[in-house]
T-cell receptor, first 113, second 113 residues
Framework: QKEVEQDPGPLSVPEGAIVSLNCTYSNSAFQYFMWYRQYSRKGPELLMYTYSSGNKEDGRFTAQVDKSSKYISLFIRDSQPSDSATYLCAMNSIGNQGGKLIFGQGTELSVKP | EAGVVQSPRYKIIEKKQPVAFWCNPISGHNTLYWYRQNLGQGPELLIRYENEEAVDDSQLPKDRFSAERLKGVDSTLKIQPAELGDSAVYLC???????????FGPGTRLLVL
């Protein structure tokens, strides 16, 4: 079983829809939770960064962390065709794991005009 | 500010040949990472450097992979000899320190025939 599970999709939505992307994880030591966006043939770029539990909002994007359920989510409001990309969740722990990010498989999102 | 620079962007080689990838991190970033991303998967850490020291190379296949980071700036990742299963995107990332946000380069796409 992988430490981080993510539905690979693909997920196709119409422009303006609300998108929900999710990851589950098994390692309770994870404290830092991130969402990266990766366009085709590009490197991942950081979208959202959350420490421990709670919500964080940035424009059209909202990240949620539920540590009791080991479940994290990314919501995209008013989705745009430019949001079409692969979304990767990533997480790491404090202590000797240092900066080692554990990534999910990535969810491919397509927003249709 | 320039991002993480990687070269080459694409490489096609025959199996058993050697190959090398180069990475120039963001100026001032002490921590450097090499990840491998297989098709349809999230990146997986190969090695992490703090300045010149490799502090986590537990996932690096040491029989054929080697890496160096001379003078604590640029880094080179080498595979010798390459195998068919090494076909992947090799991503370099850097961060100011090990617990801080990682910034990824565009990656080198390797195809081993």
């Amino acid at each position: 079983q992988k430490e981080v599970e993510q539905d690979p999709g693909p997920l196709s939505v119409p422009e303006g829809a609300i998108v929900s992307l999710n990851c589950t994880y098994s390692n309770s030591a994870f404290q830092y939770f991130m969402w990266y966006r990766q366009y085709s043939r590009k490197g991942p770029e950081l979208l959202m960064y959350t420490y421990s539990s709670g919500n964080k909002e940035d424009g059209r994007f909202t990240a949620q962390v539920d540590k009791s359920s080991k479940y994290i989510s990314l919501f995209i409001r008013d989705s745009q065709p430019s949001d079409s990309a692969t979304y990767l969740c990533a997480m790491n722990s404090i202590g000797n794991q240092g900066g080692k990010l554990i990534f999910g498989q990535g969810t491919e999102l397509s927003v249709k005009p | 500010e320039a991002g993480v620079v990687q070269s080459p962007r694409y490489k096609i080689i025959e199996k058993k040949q050697p190959v090398a990838f180069w990475c120039n991190p963001i100026s001032g970033h002490n921590t450097l990472y090499w990840y491998r991303q297989n098709l349809g998967q999230g990146p997986e850490l190969l090695i992490r450097y703090e300045n010149e020291e490799a502090v986590d190379d537990s996932q690096l296949p040491k029989d054929r992979f080697s890496a160096e980071r001379l003078k604590g700036v640029d880094s080179t990742l080498k595979i010798q000899p390459a195998e068919l299963g090494d076909s992947a995107v090799y991503l370099c990332a850097s961060s100011p320190a090990s617990q801080e946000t990682q910034y990824f380069g565009p990656g080198t796409r390797l195809l081993v025939l």
